[in-house]
T-cell receptor
């Protein structure tokens, strides 16, 4: 069963505007972590932001913020003031504590294109 | 910050040869390392998880005899693609994690092309 769902294969945003990338997840664990990574065309995975399931406040890291709605099991990424360099693939991921190896599972990804 | 080095970054070889990919954690001890495969325009799919000093745990559908994983030290894990064929061509990414709650740090990936 799909654990992480990203329903937007592609998104466009005008430079300097904000954009929200959707992510929903499925777990029966009480303890889990949610992550967002950026993957530019060069391929490396760049860690952006983390939200723990017990964190009461939404995580923020510079221009990135995570809109965590636990009851709805959603963890949307908000990028404010988009820049041309933000154009990349974005992956939402989850790690469940109950998993033996605490491995990370990824959604299908969203390709973000920032238009000048 | 934590750095994971993956080598080589790109390899092209003939069908039937074996290819070894190295994943090193440069500034921390990685009790667990993960190997992912990513086909073009697709997501990362976990292949296997390796814990230092023990056998790797493979995901369903991944042939352990074809994708040999060795995690001999707390800073090095290797993935060997044995008798590689064109269908093994893909982007392989490793990641490493310290013990306890901590993020996974990724290598830059290896683009494998089998002719």
């Amino acid at each position: 069963a799909q654990k992480i769902t990203q329903t937007q294969p592609g998104m466009f945003v005008q430079e300097k505007e904000a954009v929200t990338l959707d992510c929903t997840y499925d777990t029966s664990d009480q303890s889990y972590g949610l992550f967002w990574y950026k993957q530019p065309s060069s391929g490396e995975m760049i860690f952006l932001i983390y939200q723990g399931s017990y964190d009461e406040q939404n995580a923020t890291e510079g221009r990135y913020s995570l809109n965590f709605q636990k009851a709805r099991k959603s963890a949307n990424l908000v990028i404010s003031a988009s820049q041309l360099g933000d154009s990349a693939m974005y992956f939402c991921a989850m790690r469940e504590v109950s998993h033996n190896n605490n491995d990370m599972r990824f959604g299908a990804g969203t390709r973000l294109t920032v238009k000048p | 910050g934590a750095v994971v080095s993956q080598h080589p970054s790109w390899v092209i070889c003939k069908s039937g040869t074996s290819v070894k990919i190295e994943c090193r954690s440069l500034d921390f001890q990685a009790t667990t390392m993960f190997w992912y495969r990513q086909f073009p325009k697709q997501s990362l799919m976990l292949m296997a998880t390796s814990n230092e000093g023990s056998k790797a745990t493979y995901e369903q559908g991944v042939e352990k005899d074809k994708f040999l994983i060795n995690h001999a030290s707390l800073t090095l894990s290797t993935l060997t693609v044995t008798s590689a064929h064109p269908e093994d061509s893909s982007f392989y990414i490793c990641s490493a994690r310290r013990q306890g709650p901590s993020p996974q740090h990724f290598g830059d990936g290896t683009r494998l092309s089998i002719l």
